[in-house]
């Protein structure tokens, strides 16, 4: 008789790395014999994939453990902490947690074949580093889309900005042989995939760690790979955003016309005190580099309200900038003290009240913007990359446009993974809405 599968579920907390981590951690496991599971209660083992970067994502790591306990309470399942809260609290987790089993930092994550097997240890933790870049076969990641694949480029940040933990969770910068990222990305294009997604904490000071070259060579060489026809990149830094990277994006037509570019705030003292390594006037120059050489170019960002010491002033001129530059996307943060940074020993002068209040004032002036910004698109016809059914309106497909954008659409055939010709009839601030027209 065959031994019995076995099963594993895993939930991931965080950013599209740590979403590309799980797509690992799923084929590698997969490989071994294990079958994913699409319920935490049918598995024999759960994987938890934790976000460190605010206290909140911690507190929902806590509460969605709280819940894993009572399946656990019920059968014979183990869970296992893995990524960047585990990096950071190690043993720790093992006694505030009950159901925790297991604790695997982000270069641990291939402990878990062993620790699946029967016969495991009780309890096991395994927060080491390592300088090497952890080779995965390009086929084994079991991917969740069939139709845009992420491929990691790097991993790691030497920025240490003073309000982040990523430094000390993900580590020193670590680049992926530019030899592996296009067996990757060769790999998708074989199996059909249109659209490739280069990630990494820090994408633009990618350096080839075999040949020495940099971020442009390695936009150009995925851009050469036939049947890839849309590359997206994440996450980009303002400090080393060089004219050169504005030029290559302009010159290789498959890379989307849509930037994320973290400015964090408006303020050049606030900027300063973040140690973000750029003025507001630096920030706005790129922007204008990259609108005058790639015009209608979308650009999103991220917030932070309410860093220690921001004034009303420093806050007004956030805001300044919002209306300058019109992004098309937006995630705003109150800020919140993270253990290790430099920020965490200066005093969380802020009072809440205050944070809250400018939070909303970030998020509604954006409502407006992106409200007016998606009016103008109706009428228009624009290329969209269907993702399947929207989950809200089931009768409509979604998608995103080059420019990143969330598009709704009518259509009578469906084209799921494949790219749609879409008239733009109305809009949310949120999303836009349409018909296929082809
Ligand atoms: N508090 C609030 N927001 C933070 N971010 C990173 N660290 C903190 C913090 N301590 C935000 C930044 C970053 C995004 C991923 O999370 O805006 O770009
Ligand atoms: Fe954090 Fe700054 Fe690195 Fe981004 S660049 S991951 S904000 S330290």
């Known amino acids: 008789m065959s031994e019995k599968k076995r099963r594993f ?16 951690i799923s084929g590698l496991l997969a490989r071994a014999g294990a079958v994913k599971s699409e319920r935490p209660e049918e598995a ?13 994502s911690e507190q929902k790591l806590l509460s969605y453990l709280g819940r894993l306990a009572q399946i656990r309470n019920k059968r014979n399942v183990r869970v296992a902490v893995v990524g960047c809260v585990a990096q950071l609290r190690g043993w720790e987790l093992l006694g505030k947690a009950a159901a925790v089993d297991f604790v695997l930092g982000p270069d641990n994550t291939a402990e878990l074949l062993t620790l699946m097997q029967e016969g495991a240890p009780q309890k096991h933790v395994s927060t080491s580093r390592s300088k090497e870049w952890p080779e995965t076969p390009p086929g084994l ?12 480029v790097m991993e790691g940040c030497d920025n240490f900005c003073a309000y982040c933990i990523v430094p000390y969770t993900r580590g020193r910068e670590k680049y992926r042989p530019l030899r592996s990222v296009l067996e990757e990305v060769r790999d998708l294009a074989g199996k059909g995939y249109l659209e490739a997604q280069l990630l ?49 994006m302009a010159g290789t037509r498959k890379v989307c016309r849509e930037l994320h570019l973290p400015l964090q705030s ?16 630096a920030y706005l120059d790129i922007v204008s580099r990259l609108r ?4 209608g170019i979308n650009l999103s960002t991220d917030i932070i309200v309410g860093f220690p010491g921001e004034t009303d002033r420093n806050f007004e001129e956030t805001i300044e900038v919002l209306r300058q530059v019109r992004f098309s996307n937006l995630f705003s943060f109150r800020y919140s003290p993270r253990p290790l940074t430099e920020a965490s020993k200066l005093e969380d002068s802020v009072p809440k009240e205050v944070k809250q209040r400018r939070l909303e004032e970030v998020q509604r002036l954006q409502r407006e913007i992106q409200l007016e910004d ?57 999303s836009l809405l349409g018909e296929k027209t082809s």
């Open 266 to 281: 408006g303020s050049t003292a606030v900027l300063k005190r973040m140690r973000r390594g750029y003025t507001r006037e």
């Open 44 to 56: 024999d083992l759960i994987i938890v994939n934790t976000c460190a970067v605010r206290e909140k």
């Open 141 to 152: 990641i079991q991917r969740d889309s069939q139709f845009s694949g992420y491929v990691t």
């Open 200 to 248: 990494g904490q820090n994408v633009n000071s990618y350096l080839d760690p075999d040949t020495g070259r940099q971020f442009p060579d390695l936009l150009k060489e995925v851009a050469a790979v036939q049947g890839i026809e849309w590359i997206r990149f994440l996450t980009s830094h303002p400090r080393n955003f060089r004219p050169e990277i504005v030029e290559t």
């Open 292 to 295: 005058r050489l790639m015009p």
């Open 9 to 24: 579920y895993i939930r991931t907390f965080g950013c599209q790395m740590n979403e590309s981590d799980s797509e690992r």
């Open 374 to 430: 998606h009016s103008r698109l109706v009428g228009q016809t624009m290329r969209v990359l269907c993702q399947g059914r929207s989950r809200k309106t089931p009768q409509l497909f979604s998608g995103r446009n080059e420019g990143n954008q969330v598009v709704n659409f009518r259509s009578d055939e469906d084209s799921t993974g494949r790219f749609a010709e879409v008239r733009i009839t109305g809009c949310g601030p949120f």
